[in-house]
């Protein structure tokens, strides 16, 4: 059963900084994954998508990497703003299990002034 | 292109009444998903449909919930005799058609479901 983590749950940095938020997955048979950003009482934003075959993918100050074989991504956040504050999801679609996306639980952003 | 719409975006019920909330997917698309969020957690995965098919239920309640996307109109998630344990946010998603490799769900804002 395909199983999603995201490291940390909570995190609080100057503004400013460069940061890197964690998502790991227990089964690597993924056709892609995908990064979203959830503000408060808002729906979700699609920031990147990587597919299976890819190791990387950028969007201006968003770099997200995925290494399928230890079931692992990240999601770099250079020259954080308080813009950036959010929670962030992590989310794979895998080979089994029919047609759900699997969510992990987000990582709540919050950047300071 | 309006994207996929919900509503009601807000929708207080007490216990026992019963919910209806609504999904227009994006122009084009022909599958919709309904995931709920509890407080504090993630999305979890309710149901997956296509125009009046409903292709994978796995996760959605057996009993009280029900789903449909029928030919014309909207799809519409049902709760009947809420509880408050159903207090969450339902969040409905569209792609266009489901290839795998590529299935990117757009998503809407969601409608938030508070049981007195």
């Known amino acids: 059963k395909q199983e999603v983590t995201q490291i940390p749950a909570a995190l609080s940095v100057p503004e400013g900084e460069n940061l890197v938020l964690n998502c790991s997955f227990t089964?690597?048979?993924?056709?892609?994954l995908q990064w979203f950003r959830q503000d408060p009482g808002k729906g979700l934003t699609s920031l990147l998508l990587?597919?299976?075959?890819?190791r990387e993918q950028t969007s201006g100050r968003l770099n997200a990497s995925l290494d399928k074989s230890s079931g692992r991504s990240t999601l770099y956040i250079a020259a954080s703003q308080p813009g950036d504050s959010a929670t962030y999801l992590c989310?794979?679609?895998?080979?089994?299990?029919?047609?759900?996306?699997?969510f992990g639980a987000g990582t709540r952003l919050f950047v300071k002034a | 292109n309006a994207g996929v719409m919900q509503n009601p975006r807000h929708l207080v019920r007490r216990r026992g009444q019963e919910a209806r909330l609504r999904c227009s997917p994006m122009?084009?698309?022909?599958?919709v998903y309904w995931y709920r969020q509890l407080p504090e957690e993630g999305l979890k995965f309710m149901v997956y449909?296509?125009?009046?098919?409903?292709?994978?239920e796995s996760g959605m309640p057996k009993e009280r919930f029900s789903a449909e996307f029928p030919k014309e109109g909207p799809s519409i998630l049902r709760i009947q005799q809420v509880v408050r344990g159903d207090s969450a946010a339902y969040f409905c998603?569209?792609?266009?058609?489901?290839?795998?490799?590529?299935?990117?769900?757009?998503f809407g804002a969601g409608s938030r479901l508070t049981v007195l």
């Open positions: 998603a569209s792609s266009p058609v489901f290839e795998a490799g590529a299935n990117v769900l757009t």
């Open positions: 089964d690597s048979a993924i056709y892609n």
């Open positions: 990587i597919q299976s075959s890819q």
């Open positions: 989310a794979v679609n895998p080979h089994t299990g029919g047609f759900k996306t699997i």
């Open positions: 122009k084009g698309h022909s599958h």
């Open positions: 449909l296509q125009k009046e098919n409903i292709i994978d």
